[in-house]
């Protein structure tokens, strides 16, 4: 008989403030700051950022989770991020990144995946039918995250100073009729 591999439970919530050094921590990471356009160093950053995206779910524009993994042990600090930003009539755009201690496990994939259904899902708060997820040319890891959770890729962008200083992939999921 072989083996069955059992994946970690997964818990996704709102940023609180008791993230600030879960989230500091995890943006030490030279790996991770190389794709994110806006890094926090200290705990005054992440707690204006925590704040932020308090204000984005307040406000129905941006909704935030922290990811939490259960290491067989439960839940400990969050060790990723999934936001869903609105853009216009019937859009968002998805964004994630994971710590470097839990990258590589699939955690993105089943995290966004997660925020993906509950978007589509009746019961959301997300007017969205189209989700647009925008990541580096290079960032390959972003790449296979999008193919795993069916985001097509739509086109190639051209970079976007300063902001986004190389060029990107669009990728896209529509809202199924299942959904």
């Known amino acids: 008989m072989g083996a069955t591999a059992f994946l ?6 709102p940023w609180q403030v008791a993230d600030v050094d879960a989230l500091v921590s995890a943006h030490r990471d030279p790996a991770l700051r190389r794709w994110l356009t806006n890094v926090i160093s200290s705990d005054v950053d992440a707690g204006r950022w925590i704040d932020s995206q308090r204000q984005g779910w307040a406000a129905g524009t941006r909704f935030s989770f922290a990811v939490l993994n259960d290491g067989g042990e439960g839940f400990g600090a969050a060790v990723g991020h999934v ?6 009539e019937g859009s968002a755009e998805v964004g994630y990144w994971t710590a470097a201690e839990v990258r590589g496990r ?3 994939s089943r995290a966004l995946e997660a925020v ?6 009746k019961e959301s708060p997300v007017p969205a039918v189209r989700l ?8 390959h890891a972003s790449c296979r995250v999008a193919e795993r959770c069916d985001f097509g890729l739509e086109a190639v962008l051209p970079a976007q100073l300063p902001a986004f200083p190389t060029e990107g992939h669009l990728h896209v999921r529509h809202k199924s009729a299942q959904s």
């Open 8 to 13: 970690p439970a997964l818990r996704l919530r």
């Open 106 to 108: 699939g955690l993105a």
């Open 132 to 139: 647009d997820l925008l990541h580096a040319v290079g960032n």
């Open 83 to 88: 936001t869903v930003k609105l853009k216009d």
């Open 116 to 121: 993906v259904r509950w978007v589509f899902s």
